[in-house]
């Protein structure tokens, strides 16, 4: 059964950093797509940044520049490097693996909170 928990969420004054991991089991991470979302209140769930099957780097317009997606195949954990916080990076951040197939999995989220 796979499993991903996220981490390392938190509140944070504008301008600082913070680093969210997420731990997966059940699963490898080579060979398939992992992603960070976010959900602010009231809004839908967006794609933050994404490390595709064949290992191409995405970031949304908004986060470019400040924040940084890897993973650590040997740890099995897909990381999100978060520099130069907004407030309006305040969200519940999810982590998000997927197959070529189509079936993907869910962690349950991490609040970061942005103080300004």
């Known amino acids: 059964q796979v499993h991903l928990v996220e981490s390392g969420g938190g509140v944070v004054q504008a301008g600082g950093s913070l680093r969210l991991s997420c731990a997966v089991s059940?699963?490898?991470?080579?060979?398939?797509?992992m992603c960070w979302y976010r959900q602010a209140p009231g809004k839908q769930r967006d794609l933050v940044a994404q490390?595709?099957?064949?290992?191409?780097?995405y970031y949304a317009d908004s986060v470019k520049g400040r924040f940084t997606i890897s993973r650590d195949n040997a740890e099995n954990t897909l990381y999100l490097q978060m520099n130069s916080l907004k407030p309006e990076d305040t969200a519940v951040y999810y982590c998000?693996?997927?197959?070529?197939?189509?079936?993907?999995?869910w962690g349950q989220g991490t609040q970061v909170t942005v103080s300004s």
């Open positions: 998000n693996l997927y197959y070529s197939g189509g079936r993907e999995y």
């Open positions: 059940g699963s490898s991470l080579l060979g398939n797509g």
């Open positions: 490390i595709t099957i064949s290992g191409n780097i």
